[in-house]
């Protein structure tokens, strides 16, 4: 049903209001502005703009048009801000730009937003985290202690804020700096930008394709005084500041103009595996209870922690849900179908939780299936399949665990000698349309193919490297795994047998003794969905012929994501790193890569030793911090200056820089449907 709206605001630009442009309000996906203000000088930057909308859902979002065309603002409001920006008006200046630029960055075509109307709305909702749409200024989450001193966004938004002004103030004579702004914003297999917003929205596309170009340019539009005072006598530093008109600003050239924020309010330590629900909520279970001294030799179990699509913590401050037993979340966390998300424990227990309300489905699992906990021990990954089975993998037993549609009374232990021999600490799990089931295993350099219904050859080996972790389907069933050592990696102690905590006791120190301070290991396989584990053997070395990607660049990789344009992004644990790889089949934006070609890997002081990646519908990709301090892991009784930094703190997101997927991911990825 329509209604009248009346939206009240004001620009800026450079800090003044003294501005002529005109004032668009759009609505995302339609073609046609819905109101239109010119704004003159004598008006100093006030609009107000009356438009008719269709519903309640619509999420609006204004442009404004400085006299020459060319500097154009932006402002994506927030449908969380709707009664605030009702009271209070908007704002639009060059920080608003940038915010709306790359929270919604998948879903602008020039200056058209389109696109699934929910992945828009949950970009929309994380604008405010960035910039206040009714102040103008910077967000809360941007503000707060995880993200101010920690990461260098505040400097990155506002060093961009500060291009966007000098496009329209600043003129070098001898020097095309305007077209050296347009082409150095022009994100990977893109159109040339023809403004300022449609810059940031390139940048924000493709932030690792020119950052030391725009910093130049940055440079050259304020520079560094020399004549400020020295820091000390003779001293050739100095200490005065560039003219930008945002401050702080980028002292050096980033990697990347990635934006990217911590969330981590009520406690949330050591966050194994992530899933994402249908409406964008995020879940992961807790390796360690916050604020307790962690480690392999001592601590704490975590509970499950639930956060809406805006990072907001939505579980109880510290414990988060329990019940069931669980005490220490592994890497097992799963949404399903049916508004449940399961957990596996560290102690062998597995919880189901409503979606609604984290309550647990059940008080305690059935009598028999505690038997068998009981006696198989440790659990980590969880895969759900298409159909609504839920798979398990024990990984101090070497077994399996079956929920046939999910049910937990129907529970068992997979009866299958072949397959528990095939089995080597198994890790994660995924299942595709015809359900195979696809098993990662930490020993013995392989990944299992389980495929139950068939008689003739039900389980299957493929030779990769050691240290397999994550696994994850692309939308063509091909399986690609992260394992956290390179092929000619030297072996380690095997951890069958042992707790999970143990074997991460036994096998880190390994990894980092061998590795040493200037050495990367680790591998991302693609294993085709039809291949044949006889054609990927080498008979002259019996290694493997299928590929690693990644050697020598990824470190320790472990958690692994597909996204909608079926690209990989793979989280580095000693890397302390975002890699985005290209996928099978090289198209858009990696259409110029070749498969597995590692395009750029995204660092930050907010990024600790990862275990997980996961992309929302939006195109944001969300990560667990799940280490922090080694040291302090691996000490039995560690500085207490330290103690409680062992555990990795909090997740984090960085802002539309992925093709959106459908969650929760089920079976091979999926992109979203345009609707």
């Not at 193919?449 to 397999?468: C, D």
Request: with cysteine.
């Amino acid at each position: 049903m329509s209604y009248q709206i009346t939206v009240k605001g004001s620009l800026s630009f450079n800090h003044s209001s003294d501005i002529t442009a005109s004032v668009k309000l759009w609505e995302a996906n339609n073609k046609a502005s819905i109101g239109e203000y010119i704004v003159t000088a004598e008006m100093k930057g006030e609009f107000t703009i009356k438009a008719t909308v269709e519903s309640d859902g619509v999420i609006l979002y204004i442009t404004a048009e400085l006299d020459d065309a060319k500097v154009v603002m932006l402002s994506v409001l927030s449908p969380n801000f709707r009664e605030d920006i009702a009271k209070n008006g908007v704002v639009v200046n060059e920080l608003t730009t940038v915010a709306s630029a790359f929270t919604c960055a998948q879903f602008f075509n020039g200056l058209q937003l389109s696109g699934n109307l929910h992945g828009v709305t949950i970009a929309a909702k994380n604008t405010p985290n960035l910039v206040n749409p009714v102040t103008g200024s910077w967000g809360d989450v941007l503000m707060d202690p995880f993200n101010i001193t920690q990461n260098e966004t505040l400097a990155r938004l506002n060093t961009l804020s500060a291009l966007i002004t000098a496009y329209g103030t600043v003129q070098i004579e001898g020097s095309d700096w305007q077209d050296e702004f347009l082409e150095y914003a022009t994100p990977l297999a893109g159109k040339r930008p023809e403004n300022t917003a449609e810059a940031m929205i390139g940048i924000a596309q493709s932030p690792w394709a020119h950052p030391a170009d725009l910093y130049h340019l940055f440079d050259k539009a304020y520079p560094q005084p020399k004549d400020g005072f020295p820091a000390k006598p003779n001293s050739k530093v100095p200490v005065s500041r560039r003219s930008s008109p945002f401050v702080p600003y980028l002292s050096f050239a980033p990697a990347d103009f990635a934006m990217i924020l911590a969330f981590g309010q009520g406690g949330i330590c050591a966050p194994g595996k992530l899933s994402l629900d249908e409406e964008g909520n995020l879940w992961t279970g807790l390796n360690w209870m916050p604020g307790a001294q962690n480690g392999v030799y001592q601590g704490i179990g975590g509970g499950l922690v639930k956060l809406d699509s805006t990072g907001r913590l939505l579980s109880p401050p510290v414990t988060g849900y329990t019940g069931m037993g669980v005490d220490g979340a592994g890497w097992g966390t799963a949404v399903t179908k049916d508004d449940t998300c399961w957990v596996t424990s560290f102690n062998g227990a597995i919880g189901a939780y409503r979606l609604e309300d984290g309550a647990p489905v059940v008080d305690k699992v059935p009598a028999d299936l505690g038997e068998a906990l009981n006696e198989i021990g440790g659990l980590q990954g969880i895969g759900v399949a298409p159909n609504g089975d839920i798979w398990i993998v024990a990984t101090s037993s070497n077994k399996m665990l079956h929920f046939p549609e999910g049910d937990l009374s129907r529970g068992r232990v997979v009866v299958d000698k072949d397959l528990n021999d095939a089995l080597s600490a198994p890790f994660a799990v995924s299942i595709d349309d015809a359900n195979r089931v696809w098993i990662s295993n930490t020993n013995g350099k392989s990944l299992v193919r389980y495929s139950p219904s068939e008689k003739n050859t039900p389980v299957e080996r493929f030779i990769l490297a050691g240290g397999g972790r994550g696994v994850a389907l692309d939308s063509k069933g091909n399986c690609w795994v992260a394992c956290n050592t390179s092929p000619d990696f030297p072996s380690t102690t095997p951890t069958d047998g042992v707790s999970i905590i143990e074997g991460f006791a036994l096998g880190y120190p390994h990894l980092e003794q061998t590795v040493g301070r200037n050495h990367k290991t680790g591998s991302v396989f693609m294993v085709p969905s039809d291949a044949d584990p006889k054609d990927m053997v080498d008979k002259s070395t019996h290694g493997s012929n299928l590929k690693g990607y990644g050697d020598g660049e990824l470190n320790a990789p472990w958690g692994v994501s597909v996204d909608g344009n079926d690209d990989v992004w793979v989280a580095n644990f000693m890397g302390r790193g975002v890699s985005f790889m290209t996928g099978a089949s090289p198209s858009g934006r990696t259409e110029a890569f070749n498969t597995g070609d590692v395009i750029h890997t995204i660092c930050s002081g907010s990024i600790q030793m990862l275990t997980d990646v996961v992309v929302d519908q939006a195109g944001n990709i969300w990560c667990a911090n799940n280490w922090n301090l080694p040291q302090t892991v691996m000490e039995a009784k560690p500085d207490p200056a330290f103690s409680t930094w062992g555990g990795g703190s909090g997740v984090l997101v960085i802002y539309g820089i992925a093709k959106p997927v459908q969650t929760p991911v089920i079976g091979p990825v999926s992109a979203v449907k345009d609707i």
